[in-house]
């Protein structure tokens, strides 16, 4: 029988899910893998508190297991494994670094301290000889991280996408169910404790851009950092928008994208209309899906659950075992700089169709100077569509474009002409 | 630099597969991992037919690699990973244990020879210290074995369910967009190669049964051999009911499904009927996708290429690469014998909804006197169906079951009167 002994950093809803499932599995683990795990620290930012709210929750957490100081963790001489569970860049990423400086293995599902400090923890962690783990960084359950990093390690990536974000999901796709506008939506997950009281994370796509960091890093063996990541989020997405989208076929999901083409890099997060019809516009709620594709292993999808406590419990459970179970760990095979790989050429032009609302003046010869500009810039268009707007007189005019490169769509939309239309919507499309 | 070099022990169109990646990303995987890997060895039947094939194929394979005899691969010193790539129990299980006993890690992609000979293979391993891998023996591309063995390792799986087996998917595919009868199909696909000339393994559901009794061993942590596994194959499918399916919304797919509630463990190929708007019906052609249900993971889904040479070679290769790098590997962690595990009871009285078609003579009376068989075993009819036949004035009737006991709906179906109705087809049906 091995026994180790855990420390935890931070112990809100993740942190409890982890400590649940390590009590409910201890013996069933003793069982499978001859593996004894207890915590044996927990750092908190007030006992009280902490006693308290565990109380609410039903949680047992014994008042001994309790710190209000790091260096109970990170330098206690015999935990072998640190949990990190604290969320934000710092002070997360200082103590991940000391726990490492002190040769415990370190694991964590906190994307924004690894996407901006990547680096510096992955030095450390391979300086003192032991392992740094992220599977539940990405995606909650999805088994992403260790796809990329293990089963896919000797293919050659060139896509990977999908829904990387419960809480915008969970807002487009009750926007889209109910018909209701953004803010309102937003109030309501805000109640239901779904969205943060600061949503910006979320809505503005950031969570989004560290974890597309992450991914297309693993997926393309060099470093693509967050301020690589094109990013657009969900406020301004309306429920106008998306009515017309569904008249036409589409579902709007805020996807990240992530694309190699040779040594030129797009990454991208912005809301996407996806045919209905395509696998993750069936992808709703907190529900997360990301696609692969390589050169090798062809189209992969894989899809579970983005968030909730249990399943990113299960997935940091599996990190921990295999820390438990390794003498020496796998290190994600890229050049591990703070900076963007420098082999990589980062593109802001990449190729896609967009879903384009103007509001016009109804008159004649509108559409004929609207058409002109996309022509001027060989941006063809596949369809269009005017809707009479009922109070002002002017119309609604929605266009969909062939696939065209992203500059030359901005500089069509430039070209309008504003005594006769007003740019409403740009959403990009996907197939 | 880690200079690695493999055997092949065949070298058909996966082992081509294998091989062309290695070549191709020979350079890749040196940069990424500092792995030198060269294939030393191959085992072919005749060196002379394997240089014809290979030619033909435009695979350059150095005739001064093949050869003819399986000791020159399984126990050279200088190979330290051996792939098996010979299909089938007999002699490819004998060859990987020859391989283990002289301390090589063995790599395969053949569920037959694994799920018949596993505990043999594994205590040899074991007694080597050296390792076997088998991600691509199920699932092709899905990352089901790795996904079980160690990103799930710390949950209580109770379900795996999906569609493994490439070749009946694509039969009943087509079967249900061009409305032809088995046998056409199946012809149109031995014609082009999809389906084996004696397609026996396929379409009986033989492949599916090897690759569940591998999923639910791992899943549950207890061996279930494929003895335990009820088997249905696809042979008795009509167009006709994939017809009368669609008309009630439904798909038909042969499914693996393995679940367990406490030490009640059921598992079963078949083929069943899906919602048409459930996940696994859309998944079309050689497509494969796995469903797995946690305590606490939840639902997940993982879908791929089940088959094909360079989704195999991907998968095989990440386990090559993970053998390459790794100094003690992982075993799966279940009672390993060639018997099922005692601690399970296995079921075959599992709860199922039904579909039934019945030809009927067309008199009064017989609706009711139907009913009453399905009434005295107390499976609750959801919904029915008549319709009438065009050429002998019997009538076709098709009942849907509420979720009922397997062994319930049989004796009910016994029950029926000869006289006055025949059971033509018995279609589970899964929600």
Chains 1, 2 share one sequence.
Not at 313 to 320: F, Q
Not at 337 to 348: E, V
Not at 365 to 389: D, H, N, P, T
């Amino acid at each position: 029988m091995k026994q180790l002994s855990l420390g935890f950093l931070g112990c809100g809803n993740i942190g409890g899910g982890v400590y649940r499932l390590l009590e409910e599995m201890h013996d069933e683990l003793e069982k499978r893998d001859g593996l004894s795990l207890s915590v044996r620290k927990i750092l908190v930012k007030s006992i009280d508190e902490a006693l308290e709210i565990n109380e609410k929750k039903g949680l047992h957490v014994p008042r001994e297991l309790l710190t209000e100081h790091a260096e109970d963790v990170t330098a206690d001489p015999e935990i072998s494994i640190v949990c990190e569970f604290m969320g934000g860049e710092q002070p997360a990423a200082r103590f991940m670094l000391e726990a490492l400086s002190h040769a415990k293995h370190v694991i964590t599902a906190n994307k924004v301290a690894l996407a901006l400090n990547w680096d510096k923890l992955q030095a450390q962690a391979e300086a003192s000889h032991v392992g740094l783990w992220y599977e539940a960084s990405v995606g909650g359950v999805i088994p992403i991280i260790r796809v990329l990093n293990v089963n896919l390690e000797s293919d050659r990536i060139d896509r990977v996408y999908g829904i990387i974000n419960g809480t915008t999901n969970y807002i487009l796709t009750r926007m889209a169910k109910e018909g209701k506008d953004y803010d309102e939506v937003l109030r309501d997950a805000q109640r239901l404790g779904l969205a943060e009281p600061n949503p910006a994370m979320d809505v503005e796509g950031m969570d989004a851009a560290y974890k597309l960091s992450i991914l297309a890093s693993l997926a393309f063996h060099g470093r693509v950092t967050c301020q690589q990541v094109y990013r657009e989020g969900i406020t301004q997405v309306s429920a106008l928008d998306i009515a017309f989208g569904r008249e036409m076929g589409y579902t709007l999901k805020l996807l990240g994208i992530a694309k190699r083409d040779g040594s030129v890099v797009e990454t991208r997060v912005h809301p996407t209309f996806l045919p209905v019809d395509h696998p993750l516009a069936r992808v709703d709620g907190s529900l997360n899906a990301i696609f692969v594709h390589g050169a090798y292993c062809q189209d992969m999808m894989l899809q579970g659950r983005g968030a909730g406590d249990l399943p990113t419990a299960s997935a940091i459970c599996g990190d921990i075992v295999e820390a438990a179970l390794s003498e020496r760990p796998h290190y994600p095979t890229f050049r591990n700089t703070p900076d963007p790989d420098p082999s990589f050429s980062f593109t802001d032009n990449w190729l896609t169709r967009a879903y384009i609302r103007l509001s016009a003046v109804d008159r004649p010869g509108v559409l004929a100077r609207v058409s002109e500009c996309f022509a001027k810039e060989s941006v063809s268009i596949a369809s269009m569509l005017q809707k009479e707007a009922p109070d002002d007189g002017s119309a609604s005019l929605i266009i969909i474009t062939h696939p065209a490169p992203e500059q030359a769509i901005r500089r069509a939309l430039a070209r309008l002409d504003s005594s006769i239309c007003k740019l409403e919507a740009m959403i990009r499309v996907e197939e």
